[in-house]
């Protein structure tokens, strides 16, 4: 059975500090997403990695897959209050199309 | 069109009524989802359908009843439900099973 394992699950953060989210999975995949998720809202997607070696920025945020490790990150450059919000990374299933999250990381930026 | 927009945004049903949730997409996705999310929990993927046809069915009760009329609709089809079966309910779809899924709003759904 696919595992997916972030942490850590609660992060306060400082203002213009950086800090990395560990995302690591069980069993091979080919493909990793990233989603961040508003408290009472849906899933806006941040970055899909699709090989091994694969890195991704959009802004504050640096997504990289190694799936040797099968480890993701997603490292926080000089963090916003506008990052709070929880941040799930998921992992293909035993079938296409079965996406298995993890538990999602809580994050807090305070000034 | 590059979103996907769900029906209700919330809902509150009694144990024996009969209810659907709507999802629909126009961005020539031939695969939908349907997940469900408890509070503080993350998304637990239900069923997946591709071209149309129910590819996935994660031993979800029989009070779930997913319904794909066309390629660009979804349904779930809700009976007898029980109070624990209240949650977020997501709506997702891609172009096809391998690619990236995109998540409506969500249905917020309380069962009395």
């Known amino acids: 059975e696919l595992k997916v394992e972030q942490n850590p699950l609660f992060l306060s953060m400082q203002e213009g500090k950086n800090y990395t989210i560990y995302c690591n999975y069980s069993?091979?995949?080919?493909?990793l997403y990233w989603y961040r998720q508003d408290p009472g809202k849906s899933l806006e997607s941040l970055f899909v990695?699709?090989?091994?070696?694969a890195v991704k920025q959009e802004g504050r945020l640096m997504a990289s897959l190694d799936t040797k490790a099968r480890l993701s990150t997603l490292h926080i450059t000089a963090a916003v209050h506008d990052l709070s919000a929880t941040y799930f990374c998921a992992v293909e299933g035993r079938s296409q199309g079965n996406l298995i999250f993890g538990k999602g990381t809580k994050l807090s930026v305070k000034p | 069109d590059t979103e996907v927009t769900q029906t209700p945004k919330h809902l509150v049903m009694g144990m024996t009524n009969k209810k659907s949730l709507k999802c629909e997409q126009h961005?020539?996705?031939?695969?939908m989802y349907w997940y469900k999310q408890k509070a503080k929990k993350p998304p637990e993927l239900m069923f997946v359908?591709?071209?149309?046809?129910?590819?996935i069915n994660e031993s979800v009760p029989s009070r779930f009843s997913p319904e794909c009329p066309n390629s660009s609709l979804l349904n779930l089809h809700l009976h007898a439900l029980q109070p624990e079966d209240s949650a977020l309910y997501l709506c997702?779809?891609?172009?096809?099973?391998?690619?990236?899924?995109?998540f409506g709003p969500g249905t917020r759904l309380t069962v009395l």
């Open positions: 961005m020539g996705h031939r695969a």
């Open positions: 997702a779809s891609s172009q096809d099973l391998w690619h990236e899924q995109f």
């Open positions: 359908y591709s071209y149309e046809k129910l590819s």
């Open positions: 069993t091979t995949s080919d493909r």
């Open positions: 990695l699709l090989s091994n070696g």
